[in-house]
Structures are given as C-alpha cells and as structure tokens.
C-alpha cells in the first residue's frame, strides 16, 4: 500500500453504528461504520465550524449537536438547514487488519 494512507484503527474497535475521532497531521477527521462499511469526513460542522464528534449517527448521516444539521457520510452533503455547505468526505478502506485513511483526498 502505498502513501498517502495511514492506519488509524483496527475495524473491531469501530463498533457498528458508532465512529471515532482521528488526528492526523494535526487535523481530526472522524471514522464511521455502518453496518460494516466505513466511512471518513472531516470533524467540523460546516455551519458554524463545530466539531461533528460532538454529535451522533443515525444510519449513513451525521447530526450536529449545536443546531442539528445532517451531513451525509457519502457524500459529505448538507441534508437540512441550517447547513448550506457540504463537509469533506475521505477516501477510507479496511485491508490487513487496520482501517486506512487517506487523508490527502478530499471528495466532495
């Protein structure tokens, strides 16, 4: 494997439905599982610049806590006011054991 990726868990430590915050590079990005595919965006809320780990899942979506907005996790878009811009969505696979962020992709 080649870089840019980088290890940041293990899948087992991701339980279904739950995701962790990551730094990498001195930036957080959180690592979601879904019904065992997982998913990486950034860790802010592109309304008010609020970390999304605050905040909780419901199925491929990411809610804010500070004013409620869902982000998808595929695509990174806003799914209702008051988010008007997308978050960054990440290339993300599980191979060898670990879960691998590439931190370099921003797929918007």
């Not at 979601?32 to 998913?39: K, L, Q, T």
């Not at 780990?53 to 979506?61: D, P, V």
Request: glycine share 6%.
């Amino acid at each position: 494997m080649e870089a840019p990726w980088i290890a940041v868990a293990a899948p087992e430590t991701i339980a279904s439905g739950k995701f962790i915050k990551v730094t990498v590079a001195k930036r957080n990005y959180l690592i979601a599982n879904v019904n065992g595919e997982f998913y990486a965006v950034e860790d802010n809320c592109s309304h008010e610049d609020y970390p999304l780990s605050y905040g909780c899942l419901n199925g491929t979506e990411i809610k804010c806590s500070l004013h409620g907005s869902r982000f998808s996790l595929a695509t990174g878009a806003p799914l209702n006011d008051p988010a008007e811009t997308p978050i960054c969505t990440y290339r993300v696979k599980v191979n060898e054991g670990q879960v691998w962020l590439d931190p370099t992709a921003v797929m918007q």
